[in-house]
């Protein structure tokens, strides 16, 4: 593996439980160095672009979808396969005419731009048949770092479960990130599209910014490296995995994602990686222990499954003690990641009641929500908080704003799944 990217794991947690203590929480911070050496050859790579191209689409929105896929196409690296998907009611390749993936040349990317700039808008929306289509395309690349970029400003047309049998089918198989365009999207089922093929989903609030969004997903995708590693975790016989959770840069839940590679040992799957840093918590449940008794709650390893190289390694201890003071000292990170997640489901729950009719519940939900924000340091979240909800700074008392512009509320929503970092003054607490 000597011309395979550089990575460390390491943990924060605090490992003293007091008498009779089962949970025990920690973080792992994954880093890598990214790239092979220069004179490598680049890692194999395959890309998938669809444009959503149904009628909602007309007008600007379809000429800033032609460029946006026209500056994709640019990004490419030379020798990565590629193809253009057009999504309206059904999924069409646009580029390459023979329906399979092509490697970008300056010669094929001129074609695939001269095709983009054909597209029209007309038809109904059916992400799950475009992501199919992508699917299909990817899977003759299996060796590939597979990735698909997904642009829409409709909701989905298709029946819940036919959507939902489509990404369970691909889940694991290509990551996916997406763009939701307008004020007319639901953010709820790029969710799904992220939590199952995870990819990021994030709200172009400005359409003439749609290229640069292209841009910087695309050049994001070309940085990867090494494809499909994951998180083996063991657990101690009688212990129970609670979760495994990535909290930064995004927040997604992994623990249903599991692949059981023995009864104590599971994997989950992260994706794709480059030269980046990502966070993940988890939490393990163990059997009570004697005072003073160490034991090792879980055994984590970043692994390729296919090849079952190890890529990093390391503990999550476990001693128990009468000292208070010990076991009430809570983790910086732990504690961090903890309220960010929380975050992220008080915006969720309180948009949720708001839209229900529950103001009650959606005003204390949000106003909790912003709370946690103005603490944790996200200025961004409470600048967004703050157009749904208001909080009188005397005496603390909280409403609801009565008009809420709906690409105010669409950026709170998508934009609850971004995690701040700990600040380096808290990092010892």
């Given at each position: 593996?000597?011309?395979?990217?550089?990575?460390?794991?390491?943990?924060?947690?605090?490992?003293?439980?007091?008498?009779?203590?089962?949970e025990?929480?920690?973080?792992?911070?994954?880093?890598?160095?990214?790239?092979?050496?220069?004179?490598?050859?680049?890692a194999?790579?395959?890309?998938?672009?669809?444009?959503?191209?149904?009628?909602s689409?007309?007008?600007?929105?379809?000429?800033?979808?032609?460029?946006?896929?026209?500056?994709?196409?640019?990004?490419?690296?030379?020798?990565?396969?590629?193809?253009?998907?057009?999504?309206?009611?059904?999924?069409?390749?646009?580029?390459?005419?023979?329906?399979?993936?092509?490697?970008?040349?300056?010669?094929?990317?001129?074609?695939?731009?001269?095709?983009?700039?054909?597209?029209?808008?007309?038809?109904?929306?059916?992400?799950?048949?475009?992501?199919?289509l992508?699917?299909?395309?990817?899977?003759?690349?299996?060796?590939?770092?597979?990735?698909?970029?997904?642009?829409?400003?409709?909701?989905?047309?298709?029946?819940?479960?036919?959507?939902?049998?489509?990404?369970?089918?691909?889940?694991?198989?290509?990551?996916?990130?997406?763009?939701?365009?307008?004020a007319?999207?639901?953010?709820?089922?790029?969710?799904?599209?992220?939590?199952?093929?995870?990819?990021?989903?994030?709200?172009?609030?400005n359409?003439?910014e749609?290229?640069?969004?292209?841009r910087?997903?695309?050049?994001?995708?070309?940085?990867?490296?090494?494809?499909?590693?994951?998180?083996?975790?063991?657990v101690?016989q009688?212990?129970?995995?609670?979760?495994?959770?990535?909290?930064?840069?995004?927040?997604?839940?992994?623990?249903?994602k599991?692949?059981?590679?023995?009864?104590?040992?599971?994997?989950?799957?992260?994706?794709?990686?480059?030269?980046?840093?990502?966070?993940?918590?988890?939490?393990?449940?163990?059997?009570?222990?004697?005072?003073?008794?160490?034991?090792?709650?879980?055994?984590?390893?970043?692994?390729?499954?296919?090849?079952?190289?190890?890529?990093?390694?390391?503990?999550?201890?476990?001693?128990?003690?009468?000292?208070?003071?010990?076991?009430?000292?809570?983790?910086?990170?732990v504690?961090?990641?903890?309220?960010?997640?929380?975050?992220?489901?008080?915006?969720?729950?309180?948009?949720?009641?708001?839209?229900?009719?529950?103001?009650?519940?959606?005003?204390?939900?949000?106003?909790?929500a912003?709370?946690?924000?103005?603490?944790?340091g996200?200025?961004?979240?409470?600048?967004?908080?703050?157009?749904?909800?208001?909080v009188?700074?005397?005496?603390?008392?909280?409403?609801?704003?009565?008009?809420?512009?709906?690409?105010?509320?669409?950026?709170?929503?998508?934009?609850?799944?971004?995690?701040s970092?700990?600040?380096?003054?808290?990092?010892?607490?």
């Amino acid at each position: 593996m000597g011309d395979q990217p550089t990575f460390t794991l390491q943990i924060d947690q605090n490992k003293y439980l007091p008498t009779g203590g089962r949970e025990v929480h920690a973080v792992l911070t994954v880093s890598s160095t990214g790239g092979a050496p220069a004179a490598s050859v680049p890692a194999e790579a395959a890309e998938v672009i669809i444009v959503d191209t149904s009628g909602s689409m007309s007008g600007s929105k379809i000429r800033d979808a032609r460029l946006a896929a026209a500056t994709a196409v640019d990004t490419l690296r030379d020798g990565v396969f590629f193809a253009v998907i057009a999504g309206t009611s059904v999924a069409k390749v646009v580029y390459p005419r023979d329906g399979r993936l092509v490697r970008a040349t300056p010669a094929t990317r001129a074609e695939a731009q001269r095709a983009v700039a054909k597209l029209n808008a007309h038809g109904g929306t059916a992400m799950g048949e475009w992501l199919k289509l992508a699917g299909h395309l990817l899977s003759a690349h299996p060796e590939a770092i597979r990735h698909t970029l997904l642009m829409t400003d409709g909701q989905n047309n298709e029946r819940e479960e036919v959507f939902d049998a489509v990404l369970a089918a691909w889940s694991g198989k290509f990551v996916c990130d997406s763009l939701g365009v307008g004020a007319d999207w639901a953010p709820a089922q790029l969710r799904k599209v992220s939590d199952a093929l995870l990819g990021t989903f994030e709200y172009v609030r400005n359409q003439n910014e749609l290229a640069e969004f292209f841009r910087r997903i695309t050049q994001n995708s070309m940085s990867k490296t090494v494809a499909e590693l994951s998180l083996r975790v063991w657990v101690p016989q009688a212990a129970t995995l609670k979760f495994v959770k990535q909290v930064s840069p995004t927040l997604l839940d992994l623990t249903g994602k599991r692949t059981d590679v023995n009864p104590l040992t599971g994997d989950y799957p992260t994706g794709s990686w480059g030269a980046e840093e990502r966070e993940y918590q988890l939490c393990v449940e163990v059997p009570p222990g004697q005072l003073g008794q160490e034991i090792r709650a879980s055994w984590v390893k970043l692994v390729r499954p296919d090849t079952q190289d190890v890529y990093a390694s390391g503990n999550v201890l476990a001693q128990w003690t009468d000292d208070l003071a010990l076991s009430t000292q809570m983790n910086g990170k732990v504690i961090h990641f903890s309220g960010q997640a929380e975050l992220h489901e008080l915006i969720q729950e309180g948009l949720g009641a708001r839209t229900a009719g529950d103001e009650r519940t959606a005003t204390a939900r949000l106003a909790k929500a912003r709370q946690i924000a103005a603490d944790s340091g996200r200025e961004d979240t409470v600048r967004l908080l703050d157009k749904v909800v208001e909080v009188d700074p005397a005496s603390g008392t909280a409403r609801l704003r009565g008009q809420v512009d709906k690409a105010d509320e669409i950026e709170l929503d998508t934009g609850s799944v971004r995690t701040s970092r700990l600040r380096k003054s808290e990092e010892g607490s």
